[in-house]
């Protein structure tokens, strides 16, 4: 069998990144299936969808920021210590955040948030508390899930993760089926897709657990050596997540803020409630051929060799130009897929007619703001690269401006495009997709200011060895330049 030489540096990088696609397409069909559980019950299919898609978005504020500190496993967790620091952290943001739920739930805090500020009706509000309350616990659950599938993937085992994400959906989709035929349809329709979603969380915390267990605890020390940077502190831990949780976090409310400014623009009518609910099928639909790109910041932290947990596998022909070509190409698979999908005549109809379970006439709402997905996967594939490249030289903070700048397109938009006359979830959709061509925009500039830094202290390096040529070389050469040596010398081979 003849090898293309030409290609073999992209397999690992493919069999890294096929696994954690997987897991991110494996969200969005997830949240389809919990979507059709909702749809299928036909007494008040659409306020059932508005009230579980406003309780869900606010729930996914508070994940949104826990489920980053997979990055930490990734680049951190370098031992048992430091998994035990990482843990104790997300202990204490999931006990936070179901305090925050129970508030939410119960207070006026949460009347106003939901009843006043998205303006629905009482049943409406009513229903969204009730349903925010249920999901109290799930942030604790999805935090420690994802701390142990960042060190899964810190030790290459995507797989494992890939597969604790399928099997997650498959639970949704079983245990959806398994309740719409039980009395619970009729008593509380919202713990349908509620416990579906716990039993899914449930079923991938299990599977990484017991893949952390089997194959990384007994083979990693108690503590970091030096040759790893030492042990990780809390603090570098916090420092290094924070500005990651703050983009995502932003990410997160995005979508409430989209639901309150939708909502408010149509005054609570029953349009409003109308574009909510085409909202929340909406997002998982067009968010699936473009959300694994978000996957490729893992790329750089797992394959760059600047990174001192990968010193260990320098033998690993993948260099930074194999992983640009790598992140081009994805990108160019993501494009075709929204265009086929979103664009092709009937397809998009007959994906939430089908696969949703809405009825027709309600699947026509979906189409522009479908259509207005496919241009996600640019901005979102830049972010994605520089934020990895950024997260493997530990400066992630120049990244936190992005998140401000985010929200402020988005809310600018949301107030302008009314004026425009676009109203409804193409205004929702819209908005977000300026939101995130913003944050790219940002993220852009802070890589540029980064890799000029980095630049001017080469070129000082540089005449500093001029001007001692006595000086031994080890203390005027960066570790980017030695490894830009290193990649010409592989490229050359």
């Known amino acids: 069998m003849v090898e293309l030489p030409s290609l073999s540096p992209y397999w690992p990088l493919l069999r890294f990144l096929v696994p954690l696609a997987i897991t991110n397409v494996a969200i969005d069909l997830g949240e389809q299936a919990l979507n059709r559980g909702i749809a299928t019950v036909k007494e008040d299919t659409v306020e059932m969808l508005a009230s579980y898609g406003l309780a869900y978005s606010l729930m996914k504020f508070f994940t949104g920021p826990m489920s980053d500190f997979k990055n930490v496993g990734l680049v951190f967790v370098n031992s048992r210590r430091d998994r035990k620091k990482a843990v104790l952290c997300m202990l204490t943001a999931g006990v936070i955040a179901f305090a925050l739920h129970v508030l939410i739930a119960y207070t006026d805090l949460g009347y106003y948030i939901v009843n006043k500020l998205h303006q629905v009706d009482e049943s409406v509000g009513k229903k969204t508390r009730k349903a925010f309350l249920y999901l109290a616990a799930f942030p604790l659950l999805d935090a420690m899930a994802w701390i142990h599938a960042g060190i899964l993937l810190k030790h290459k085992y995507s797989v494992i993760v890939g597969s604790a994400s ?18 619970l349809e009729c008593v509380e329709p919202l713990l349908v897709p509620i416990l579906s979603l716990y039993m899914g969380a449930l079923v991938r915390f299990t599977i990484v657990g017991i893949g952390y267990y089997c194959n990384i605890h007994d083979n990693i020390p108690d503590s970091s050596g030096l040759d790893v940077g030492g042990d990780a502190t809390i603090k570098k831990m916090l420092s290094f997540w924070w500005p990651l949780a703050l983009i995502l976090a932003t990410q997160r ?37 473009y959300g694994w790109l978000t996957e490729l910041r893992a790329v750089y932290p797992a394959f760059d060799k600047n990174n001192p947990s990968n010193k260990m596998n ?49 699947a026509a709402l979906c189409m522009s703001p479908l259509r207005i997905f496919s241009f996600f996967p640019m901005p979102v594939t830049v972010r994605a690269h520089l934020t990895g490249w950024l997260m493997t030289l530990k400066k992630t903070f120049v990244l936190a401006p992005s998140s401000v700048l985010r929200i402020i397109v988005l809310i600018i938009s949301l107030v302008v495009l009314p004026y425009l006359g676009v109203h409804g979830a193409t205004l929702g959709v819209g908005s977000l997709l300026a939101g995130f061509v913003g944050e790219s925009a940002m993220v852009a500039i802070a890589a540029g200011y980064v890799y000029r830094q980095q630049r001017n202290s080469e070129m000082s390096n540089e005449l500093v060895a001029d001007g001692d040529p006595t000086a031994p070389r080890s203390e005027v050469s960066s570790p980017s330049q030695m490894d830009a040596i290193e990649e010409e010398e592989e490229e050359q081979e």
């Not at 099997?167 to 089926?177: G, K, L, P, Y």
């Not at 320098?314 to 494009?335: D, E, Q, R, Y």
């Open 253 to 289: 409310i995005s979508r409430p803020i989209v639901n309150l400014f939708v909502s408010r623009d149509l005054k609570g009518s029953a349009e409003a409630t109308e574009a909510v609910a085409v909202l929340t099928a909406t997002y998982p639909v067009g968010h699936m051929p």
């Open 314 to 362: 320098a033998g690993t022909p993948v260099n930074k130009s194999h992983i640009k070509k790598f992140t081009f190409s994805c990108l160019a698979l993501s494009l075709t897929l929204c265009f086929v999908l979103f664009w092709s005549p009937h397809v998009s109809e007959k994906i939430m007619v089908d696969v949703i379970g809405v009825e027709y006439t309600f």
């Open 166 to 183: 399928i099997s997650d959906v498959v639970a949704q989709i079983v245990f959806v089926s398994v309740l719409l035929h039980s009395n």
